[in-house]
C-alpha cells in the first residue's frame, strides 16, 4: 500500500490494562472505526486475554503531522456527528471515563504501521496516550514533544498524588486526592501509617514498595485493584484491611511482608496474582474468596505455613501450592491440573502419585526436586510443559502414558539419575532438549505415534548405548543425539525420511542399523557413519 494517506499495522495495549479500562477504549475504537481513511478500524475485539489486533485506516503521516491532537478533536466532533449509518455510537461520558482512566493508570495503544511508504519517510510505529482531558499520539522516534509534561499535568488535575514528599510518620491523604501515581510512597523508610481517604479510586504499581517502617494502611472503599507490588518488602506491616469491592490482587502485592501474620480476602475477589504472597515467612492465616477465578503461580513461595489451608491448597481443580512434609505424596483425587512451579524446588518430596483427572502438569511444577525418585502418571495427562521435571536429579524410572500428546521442551532436563525410560504408544512430541543431560540412560525405544525426534531432544545423554525408532517416525531433526558419546545403535526404520547430519554429533561409536536400501542407509554412506543392514 504505497499510498500514504492510508495504512494498515498492528494494535496493542500497553501497560496494566483491565476489564474496565478495555470495555472504555472499545467503545471509542467502534466509533472510530465509520470514518474511512480519517479513522482506525481494528479487525478484532480487544480484551484481557486478546490485547493486540491488526488494524487499518489513516496513514502514519496523520499521526505524525496533521493528526498529533487533531485526532482527539475529530473524535470529539464524531460525538457530536456521527455518521447517519454508524451502529457504535460515542456518548460524552464513555469518552471522558476513557480519556480519565488511561491517564490514571498510565495505559498506552501502541501503533506498529506493515511497511514503509515510497517517497516520504514517516516514523513506522507511535501510541495514543491520555493526559486525563484529550488524546494524545506521540511518535517512537521523536518521544520528546512535551507529552510527558502534558501528561503529568492532567494526571495532577484529575488529583493524583504523584509523588509524596511530606513529613514521615503517620501520613493521612486529603480528600481532593484522587489517585495514588505509581511509585509515591517508595523507600520511604520514615513513614510509619497511611490513611487514604474514600475519594481515591485507584493506586498505582510499587506505591509503597520497600517502606520498612510502614505498619498499617486504610485502603479507600472504592478501590477495585491492588496493583503489583504495592506493598512488596514492607517489612513491618502486620495487618491490613482489604474493603469489599477489590476485584483483583496483583502481582507481589505482598511479597516479602514478612511480618504480616493474617489476611482476610473479600468475597469480591476474582484474581489473585503471582507471588502475591511470597515470601510473606510469619503468614499463618490466609481466607480466600469463594468465586476466585484466576490464581497466579507461586502465591506462597517461601510463606512457610498457612495453617488454615492445609497441605493441598486447591483453586477450582488447579493445585495451587502445596504446603505439607513431603515424603511420598497422594495428589486428592480433586485435582485436575498442577500449577507452573508448584513444588519447584521442594528437597523434602521422595514420591508422586498424581489422580485420575489430571489433565497437565504446568511448567517447572517439579523442577529441582532433588530428593523426587519416583512418579506415578495417571492415564489422563495430556501434557507435561517445559521444565516440569528439570533437575531432579535422583527421579529413576518413568512411565509416560500414551494419553500425553506432548512432552514439553527440557521436561526431563538434567535428571541424570534416570535409568529407565519408557515412552507409551499415543505420545506425538518429543519438544526441544525434553531429555537433556540424562546421563543415566542406557536404552531407549521412540513409539511410532511419534513423527519427529525434537531438536537436541536426547542430546548429552552420555550413556545412552542403544536407541531403537519404531517404525512410523519419520524425521531425525537436528543435534537429537549429539554428545550421546556411548551410542553404540541406533536403529531407523524404513519410514525415516529425513536426518539432520547434526543429529549424531559427537557420537563416534555410532553404527546406524536400518533396511537395506533405505533413506537410513543413504544417510549413513553419505556421511561416514558405519551401518548394518537388517
Request: glycine share 10%.
Amino acid at each position: 500500500m504505497a499510498n500514504i494517506s492510508s495504512a494498515y499495522g498492528t494494535l496493542t495495549l500497553k501497560g496494566d490494562w483491565n476489564q474496565e479500562a478495555i470495555d472504555l477504549f472499545q467503545k471509542v475504537l467502534n466509533c472510530w472505526s465509520f470514518h474511512g481513511e480519517y479513522g482506525l478500524e481494528a479487525d478484532g475485539l480487544l480484551s484481557l486475554d486478546q490485547r493486540q489486533t491488526t488494524f487499518e485506516g489513516t496513514g502514519r503521516w496523520g499521526f505524525t503531522s496533521t493528526l498529533q491532537e487533531e485526532f482527539d478533536d475529530w473524535t470529539r466532533d464524531w460525538i457530536e456527528h456521527p455518521a447517519p449509518d454508524s451502529p457504535h455510537r460515542l456518548d460524552w461520558e464513555t469518552y471522558r471515563a476513557c480519556l480519565e482512566l488511561m491517564c490514571l493508570k498510565h495505559l498506552s495503544v501502541s501503533l506498529s504501521f506493515e511497511e514503509e511508504a515510497d517517497d516520504f519517510y514517516y516514523p513506522s510505529s507511535g501510541s495514543f496516550f491520555s493526559d486525563g482531558t484529550r488524546f494524545l499520539y506521540l511518535d517512537d522516534e521523536n518521544p520528546t514533544r512535551g507529552y510527558k509534561k502534558r501528561i503529568q499535568e492532567g494526571f495532577a488535575q484529575l488529583g493524583a498524588l504523584l509523588k509524596y514528599e511530606g513529613p514521615g510518620g503517620a501520613v493521612e491523604i486529603p480528600p481532593e486526592v484522587r489517585a495514588i501515581g505509581e511509585g509515591a510512597f517508595r523507600r520511604r523508610t520514615d513513614i510509619t501509617s497511611v490513611v487514604l481517604p474514600d475519594s481515591v479510586c485507584w493506586v498505582g504499581a510499587s506505591a509503597w514498595r520497600d517502606c520498612k517502617a510502614l505498619t498499617s494502611v486504610t485502603l479507600p472503599k472504592g478501590l477495585s485493584c491492588l496493583p503489583d507490588c504495592a506493598f512488596c518488602g514492607c517489612k513491618s506491616l502486620t495487618a491490613i484491611t482489604i474493603p469489599e469491592g477489590v476485584l483483583e490482587i496483583g502481582e507481589q502485592t505482598f511479597r516479602n511482608c514478612t511480618a504480616l501474620t493474617e489476611l482476610v480476602l473479600p468475597q469480591s475477589v476474582r484474581r489473585i496474582g503471582a507471588e502475591a504472597f511470597a515470601g510473606c515467612t510469619a503468614l499463618r492465616r490466609l481466607e480466600l474468596p469463594e468465586h476466585l477465578t484466576e490464581v497466579g503461580h507461586g502465591i506462597l513461595r517461601k510463606s512457610p505455613k498457612v495453617e488454615n489451608l492445609g497441605e493441598f491448597v486447591v483453586v477450582h481443580g488447579e493445585l495451587v501450592a502445596y504446603q505439607g512434609p513431603g515424603g511420598a505424596v497422594v495428589l486428592p483425587d480433586s485435582i485436575t491440573s498442577i500449577q507452573r512451579e508448584v513444588l519447584k524446588g521442594n528437597k523434602k518430596v521422595t514420591s508422586l502419585t498424581l489422580p485420575e483427572g489430571v489433565t497437565e502438569i504446568g511448567i517447572e511444577a517439579f523442577a529441582d526436586c532433588t530428593s523426587l525418585t519416583s512418579v506415578s502418571f495417571p492415564a489422563s495427562l495430556k501434557e507435561i510443559k517445559s521444565s516440569a521435571f528439570r533437575g531432579c536429579t535422583k527421579l529413576a524410572c518413568i512411565t509416560v502414558p500414551g494419553s500425553v500428546k506432548t512432552i514439553g521442551a527440557w521436561a526431563f532436563a538434567g535428571c541424570t539419575g534416570l535409568t529407565e525410560l519408557v515412552l507409551e504408544e499415543g505420545i506425538e512430541v518429543i519438544d526441544f532438549r525434553a531429555f537433556l543431560d540424562c546421563t543415566g540412560l542406557t536404552h531407549l525405544t521412540i513409539p511410532a505415534s511419534v513423527k519427529k525426534v525434537g531438536d537436541w531432544a536426547f542430546e548429552g545423554c552420555a550413556g545412552l548405548t542403544n536407541a531403537v525408532l519404531s517404525e512410523g517416525v519419520q524425521e531425525v531433526v537436528e543435534g537429537a543425539f549429539k554428545n550421546c558419546k556411548e551410542l553404540q545403535v541406533l536403529k531407523l526404520p524404513a519410514s525415516v525420511r529425513s536426518m539432520d547430519k547434526s543429529c549424531r554429533a559427537g557420537c563416534k561409536k555410532i553404527t546406524i542399523h536400518a533396511p537395506a536400501g533405505s533413506y537410513a542407509e543413504e544417510f549413513a554412506k553419505k556421511n561416514n557413519i558405519r551401518f548394518e543392514a537388517e
